[in-house]
Structure formats: C-alpha cells, structure tokens
C-alpha cells in the first residue's frame, strides 16, 4: 500500500519564467510561496526554485533550513548539466534536484519522490559523506588550478557535518568515514567530524563551532602541492621529504589569503596547526602564547584524525589509544593538558586507565 502523503508540496519559485503550474497535481495539493518573504518554518516539503548564484536567494534557504524540522526535505531546481548548480544543491541540502524551468512534470516528479517511502529517511551518514568528499574534491580541485575556494560549499559542508555529527553521534561518522578510501579526504573528514564533537562538547558558540569545523575542512588543502608519492609514502620520510610536506600550511593559507575572503581566525588555524606549545612545531616555531585557541583545537582534532586513520598499512588507534598519545604529548608540553581532557571527555573516555598502543606513537600522528 501506497504510504500516504503527510503534507502539501510547497514552491518557492524565484523564476520570472515560471509558466501556469496547477494548485493540485496527481491528487496532493500544491502551495506557492511568496518570494518576496522568508520561507515559513513549518513546511515539510519545499521545492526551491532560486537563483543558486543569488547569495539572497541561498541565505533564504540556509535560514529556513535551520529552523526546518529533522524531516523536512528541500527539493531544488537546476539547470540541466550545470555541475556547480547540482553540487550547490546538495551542499544546500536538496533530497533530489529537478530541472528548470519548473513545470507540471517536474512538480509530479517530486510527488513520485515523497511516494517511495525511503524518501521520508533523513539521509544517512554515508550519503553525508560522499556529498562533503565530493565537495572536499571540488574544493582540492579550485585550489590545484589556483582558483578562488568556494567559502559558501565550505561552510555548508561543514554544517551538515556537524548536524550528521550532532545527531547520529562522532563514533558513527568515524566509522563510516574510515571506510573511505581516498586518504587526505578521509584524514580531512576524520578531523572536521572530531572538531564538530569537541566543538559541539565543550559548548563552543554557534560562530566558533562554524570556524572550527571550516577550518578543519580547509586544514591541508595545502597538500594538494605535496607530491602524492610522498603523501602516500608508507615508511619514514626523508628529511627532504618532510621538509616538503613541511610548505603544506603557507602553501594553503597563501592561496586562501590570496581570496580576501577568508576568516583571519581560520587563516591563523590553517598556517598553524602543526605548530606546538613548547615551540618545536613548524612552519613558524611559535611560541606557547603565540597560538591561539582555535588553532590549538585544530591541532590536538588533527593529530587525534591522524591517529585514527584507517590506511592500507596502518591500523587504525583506538579511540582510547589516540587520547592517551595526546596525554603524552600534554606531558612533553607539546599541546594544552585542558583541552585533551575536555577531548577525552568528548569521547566518554575514562582518563585513568589509558594506556599508550606499543608501537611508535609520533610516527603515525600527523605530517
Ligand atoms: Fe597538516
Ligand atoms: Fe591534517
């Protein structure tokens, strides 16, 4: 038996080539929007169709998705075979995109949608993870051709890791992130998710949470000039080696200060998140007071992902494992004792029984 339709279908339509759309279509009753106003919180159903380009028209969206209820679906219209405006649509949190210009078949083809009763679902981990593994690609792409970032795409990832991360917890997003086969995008979505449950778990605000998680997800974009070889090098690096994966944190804040439109706290974060508190870090040598909070978090979320990367020939730490290498380095006054404990609480770890994996701790932490 067909489930039924809980709500009515409703168009937000920004189209000044919208043509005659019935009031009803295949039985469910169709409710067109005012485009001049915001979107109504208590909608079920939207299909947008805006100018994806317009940054008003997205806010619009943006805002009535955080005010939208866990089931909503967004329904975006697109124009056919524009790659961006389809990435753009799931970035926004379309369910499904249809074609522009709207039309009565593209209103039955939603109904179609909300008819399969899989449809109703939230979208599941893995789908959040191939939607921000596609945009990490996108995003290694612009930098690689020294475009400018798409900052927007940044910082809708980032939200909907943080909503998947919030609601299904950071345990299910590492699993099913360690899954994933390409590693810097892997290692990339390991450490958002991980800053999203400390950011999430110390009580950050809403502001600070959005930086932290964009600035995970813009960490190492500076190694999209790190030849793979080394990147994928399984042994010890040379010191040649390291000394060019050592250029990853300027090559990446130079090209995202090059855009002018970068946060400075996010630029400060990616410049210096290997950086360490008794000032043995790279690529400045700061001292304790020169670096800031943000880019401590990033640093211990970093080394934290790291440890807990899934690669061909390196078994992933335990979560137990990670947290005790970091109480390590706390000892040696590498990173700060209060935040690897509010870490370490974050993962309902019991501090007192850690104890450190046996085999070469530091080797396996981050490049
Ligand atoms: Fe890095
Ligand atoms: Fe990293």
């Given at each position: 038996?067909e489930?039924?339709?809980r709500t009515t279908?409703?168009?937000?339509s920004?189209?000044?080539q919208?043509g005659?759309?019935p009031?009803s279509?295949?039985?469910v009753d169709?409710?067109?929007?005012?485009?001049?106003?915001?979107v109504?919180a208590?909608?079920?159903l939207?299909?947008?169709?805006?100018?994806?380009?317009?940054?008003?028209?997205v806010?619009?969206?943006?805002a009535?998705?955080?005010?939208?209820?866990?089931?909503?679906?967004i329904f975006?219209?697109v124009?056919?075979?524009d790659?961006?405006?389809?990435?753009q649509?799931s970035?926004?949190g379309?369910?499904?995109?249809?074609?522009?210009p709207?039309?009565e078949i593209?209103?039955a083809i939603v109904?179609?949608e909300?008819?399969?009763p899989?449809?109703?679902?939230?979208?599941s981990?893995?789908?959040?993870?191939?939607?921000?593994?596609?945009?990490m690609r996108?995003?290694?792409?612009?930098?690689?051709?020294?475009?400018?970032i798409?900052i927007?795409?940044?910082?809708?990832?980032?939200?909907?890791?943080a909503e998947?991360?919030?609601?299904?917890g950071v345990?299910?997003?590492l699993d099913t992130?360690?899954v994933y086969?390409?590693?810097?995008?892997q290692?990339v979505?390991?450490?958002?998710?991980?800053?999203?449950?400390?950011?999430?778990?110390v009580?950050?605000?809403i502001?600070?949470?959005?930086?932290?998680?964009?600035?995970?997800?813009?960490?190492?974009?500076?190694k999209?000039?790190?030849?793979?070889?080394i990147l994928?090098?399984?042994g010890?690096?040379?010191?040649?080696?390291?000394?060019i994966?050592?250029?990853?944190p300027?090559?990446?804040?130079l090209q995202?200060?090059?855009?002018g439109n970068?946060?400075?706290?996010?630029l400060?974060?990616?410049l210096h998140?290997?950086?360490?508190?008794?000032?043995?870090?790279?690529?400045?040598?700061?001292?304790a007071?020169?670096?800031t909070?943000?880019?401590?978090?990033?640093?211990i979320c970093?080394?934290m992902g790291?440890l807990?990367?899934?690669?061909?020939y390196?078994?992933?730490?335990t979560?137990?494992e990670?947290i005790?290498?970091?109480?390590?380095?706390?000892?040696?006054?590498k990173?700060?004792?209060a935040l690897?404990v509010?870490?370490?609480?974050?993962f309902d770890?019991?501090?007192?029984?850690?104890r450190?994996p046996e085999n070469?701790?530091?080797?396996s932490?981050p490049?």
């Amino acid at each position: 038996m067909e489930p039924k339709l809980r709500t009515t279908l409703h168009v937000l339509s920004e189209s000044s080539q919208i043509g005659y759309l019935p009031t009803s279509v295949m039985g469910v009753d169709v409710c067109f929007l005012d485009p001049g106003k915001p979107v109504p919180a208590d909608i079920d159903l939207l299909l947008a169709d805006i100018d994806l380009k317009n940054p008003h028209s997205v806010d619009k969206i943006r805002a009535f998705r955080n005010v939208a209820q866990q089931h909503t679906q967004i329904f975006i219209a697109v124009n056919k075979n524009d790659r961006q405006n389809q990435r753009q649509a799931s970035a926004l949190g379309a369910k499904k995109t249809i074609l522009k210009p709207l039309s009565e078949i593209g209103l039955a083809i939603v109904i179609e949608e909300l008819r399969t009763p899989h449809r109703f679902v939230t979208p599941s981990t893995t789908t959040i993870i191939e939607t921000a593994a596609r945009a990490m690609r996108e995003i290694f792409e612009q930098a690689a051709q020294q475009e400018p970032i798409d900052i927007d795409l940044i910082g809708e990832t980032g939200r909907q890791i943080a909503e998947s991360v919030a609601d299904l917890g950071v345990l299910e997003w590492l699993d099913t992130v360690r899954v994933y086969h390409h590693s810097t995008f892997q290692h990339v979505l390991l450490v958002t998710g991980i800053a999203c449950a400390f950011a999430q778990g110390v009580g950050m605000n809403i502001e600070d949470v959005a930086k932290l998680t964009q600035a995970g997800l813009l960490h190492d974009i500076g190694k999209v000039w790190t030849p793979a070889s080394i990147l994928d090098k399984t042994g010890k690096l040379t010191r040649e080696e390291f000394d060019i994966v050592k250029r990853h944190p300027k090559d990446g804040y130079l090209q995202l200060v090059r855009q002018g439109n970068v946060h400075p706290d996010i630029l400060d974060a990616v410049l210096h998140h290997h950086e360490y508190l008794d000032g043995s870090g790279y690529p400045d040598a700061l001292a304790a007071h020169e670096i800031t909070d943000i880019t401590r978090i990033l640093t211990i979320c970093d080394i934290m992902g790291a440890l807990l990367e899934r690669r061909a020939y390196k078994k992933p730490f335990t979560v137990r494992e990670a947290i005790a290498v970091l109480f390590k380095m706390a000892d040696q006054g590498k990173v700060e004792r209060a935040l690897v404990v509010a870490m370490a609480k974050v993962f309902d770890c019991a501090v007192t029984s850690l104890r450190l994996p046996e085999n070469d701790l530091l080797d396996s932490g981050p490049r």
